[in-house]
């Protein structure tokens, strides 16, 4: 069995040498990296980790983990907070759009420009209300119905989740 050592002393360009690739890892664990990649000479070494993405009826989380790991825990932990966050739901008795995917959401089309929508306003329906951008392609967020912004319930830039509350209409 040859050792990290020799592998590096061989002699031969392609061998790999263990130790830059636990380096690698290391590197990945202690800036939370999920890949990286390095290139040597006609080597080329990429380290990537596993991600992985629970889905949950509500509220939906994102875990970032290591395949090993037990990912149990972690969804118990993120459902205190969102059930501390529940009774500071709307108070209005109209329509509450809802988002349908995890992302950003943007008030308005471009940074200064007017928001889309604002409290009091009278919108149509199938009229964007706002975006949510979800891996770096904007979805716009249509009116279910004519009606008046009762309430918005985010703001620029915020993430949201599946489910979130976004925008009441009476």
Do not use: C
Request: proline share 10%.
């Amino acid at each position: 069995m040859s050792s990290p050592k020799a592998a590096s002393e061989s002699g031969d360009p392609q061998a790999i040498d263990t130790r830059v690739v636990r380096k690698l890892a290391d590197i990945l664990k202690d800036t939370g990296l999920t890949e990286i990649e390095v290139e040597s000479g006609g080597l080329k070494i990429r380290v990537a980790r596993e991600v992985t993405v629970q889905h949950m009826a509500a509220p939906m989380t994102h875990q970032v983990a290591a395949a090993p790991m037990a990912a149990a825990p972690a969804p118990v932990a993120a459902a205190a907070p969102a059930a501390e966050a529940a009774p500071a739901a709307p108070t209005h008795n109209g329509e509450t759009i809802k988002s349908p995917m995890v992302g950003t959401i943007y008030l308005q089309a471009t940074p200064g420009s007017d928001p889309f929508i604002k409290v009091g306003q009278t919108v149509t329906q199938g009229q964007t209300l706002l975006i949510v951008e979800a891996m770096k392609t904007m979805n716009p967020i249509p009116a279910p119905k004519a009606g008046k912004i009762v309430e918005i319930l985010v703001s620029d830039a915020q993430p949201v989740e599946f489910g979130e509350p976004l925008v009441i209409i009476e």
